[in-house]
């Protein structure tokens, strides 16, 4: 079974540069990573992305907070595209379970992904919602949990373990925070890992040998004593 490698970013010209990568099977956006791209209007932000992004699967999320505003914009989303995944976030800024919601969507067969999971409870209640032909991503944010002490692994085990029925959903390592990230989803047997371009970069590098590593850490520290003219 493959992991496949999303790109968790919204920069238009980096979405350009990866759309063309094999590497690359798709990406996810959310309403921070679109902000940081500089757009003005959402929209037409995600419209121009998908000029170029048409057939990889991407991932575009609902920023209302209110459920029937958080549907209204979901159904919105979902007419842009049909390889959009409606990301809507497993719970609002209330902390209320946004199951209404998921449910109603993947009744209609809109593809969705949860976002913001960080528990097999939410993942337990998230199937519960699900129309099983319809598809499903759920993106649990390992990284956030790791920058908290939290050791991500055992919550993927058990949502893999929970969702291994339903051929339609696909658990995401969302939060990525370093190339290693990869070699656990992938011995976790997850089925995407999202990450930011640099780490995919070094994805492309894996596989140096010890050796040349030691090589290339030396040399890395005598170039800069040397640049800095250092004695003693
Ligand atoms: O897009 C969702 C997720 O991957 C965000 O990651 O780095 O903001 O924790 P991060």
Known sequence: MKTKIFCDIADFKVIKHYNKKKIVDGF????????????????????????????????????????????????????????????????????????????????????????????????????????????????????????????????????IFLSRRNKNVEILWASTREAYNYTQAKNLKCNIITMPPKIINKIENFGQDFRSMTLSTVNGFLVDSKKSKFSL
């Not at 990573?33 to 992305?49: D, P």
């Not at 990889?56 to 979902?78: G, H, R």
């Not at 949860?114 to 759920?138: E, M, P």
């Open 28 to 159: 996810t956006t959310n309403p921070s990573l679109i902000r940081l791209a500089g757009a003005k209007n959402y929209k037409n932000y995600c419209l121009k992305i998908l000029k170029i992004c048409k057939k990889k699967p991407i991932s575009f999320e609902v920023f209302a907070d209110k459920p029937e505003d958080m549907l209204s914009q979901a159904y919105k989303i979902n007419k842009w595209g049909k390889n959009i995944y409606v990301k809507i976030p497993v719970v609002n800024s209330k902390g209320i379970f946004m199951g209404k919601v998921i449910k109603e969507l993947s009744m209609q067969g809109i593809k969705l992904n949860i976002t913001a999971v960080y528990t097999v409870d939410q993942t337990k209640k998230i199937l519960k919602c699900l129309n099983k032909k319809s598809r499903t991503i759920i993106s649990i944010f390992a990284g956030r949990m790791a920058d908290k002490g939290k050791d991500p692994v055992p919550i993927f085990k058990k949502s």
